[in-house]
């Protein structure tokens, strides 16, 4: 950021009185400007033993698999921004379950927050950012060629729950660095 978004005046990246961490301040009007995680919300939607993927039009990833999901707009609920990512890019009716997963990656300052979903029917097809929409089983899903660890996660405790019968909630971080991720027991649902 280089300019206020309030009066056009320079900013400088500084500590503000009071705060304890760098954030870009309006030398002229003082005002300060707060940089938060970008929101991916999006579904696991679910058909009998299959769940629906998305194959990426658009980068990053062009090519690989994914969860229908992306950034949430301003004025959307969480729900309500699944919904939406899931008619956009797979042209889906669902109806949201729980949460399922929420993810953290504090490395590019986002916030995955997935819910299981189920497709209402089979009236689906690629959206825009879609280059194929497509149901798989487990013994299917593409694993080498999924878009995202989020999603690689996602899928590996969904197949497991499954097989349990019973879903619960995920908390999750991941990490860039060779620490081990940070993982939360889950909570039932």
């Known amino acids: 950021m ?14 503000p009185e009071g705060d304890n961490r760098p954030r870009y301040v309006c030398d002229q009007c003082q005002t300060i400007h707060y940089r938060n995680p970008n929101i991916i919300a999006g579904t696991l939607p679910v058909w009998e033993d299959k769940v629906l993927l998305c194959k ?4 990053p990833r062009y090519g690989t698999w994914t969860l229908p999901a992306g950034f949430m707009e301003l004025g959307e609920t969480m729900e309500q921004a699944a919904l939406r990512e899931s ?43 879609s280059l194929e929409v497509r149901l798989f089983s487990e013994a299917e899903i593409p694993w080498q060629q999924l878009a995202f660890r989020t999603i690689h996660y996602t899928l590996e405790k ?32």
């Not at 990426?56 to 980068?59: K, M, S, V």
């Not at 399922?100 to 690629?126: E, G, K, W």
Request: charged share 25%; hydrophobic share 35%.
């Open 2 to 15: 280089k300019y206020c978004s309030e009066c056009g005046h320079p900013v400088t990246n500084r500590v």
């Open 158 to 189: 969904y197949f497991s729950d499954r097989l349990l019968g019973h879903f619960s909630i995920y908390t999750h971080t991941i990490n860039t660095n060779n620490r081990a991720p940070q993982e939360k027991e889950p909570v039932s649902s």
């Open 56 to 59: 990426r039009a658009i980068e």
């Open 87 to 129: 008619e956009e890019e797979a042209c889906a009716n669902v109806a949201i379950d729980d949460i399922y997963t929420l993810i953290s990656l504090p490395h590019v300052n986002q916030v995955y927050v997935l819910y299981r979903a189920r497709l209402l029917d089979l009236d689906f097809c690629a959206g825009d950012e």
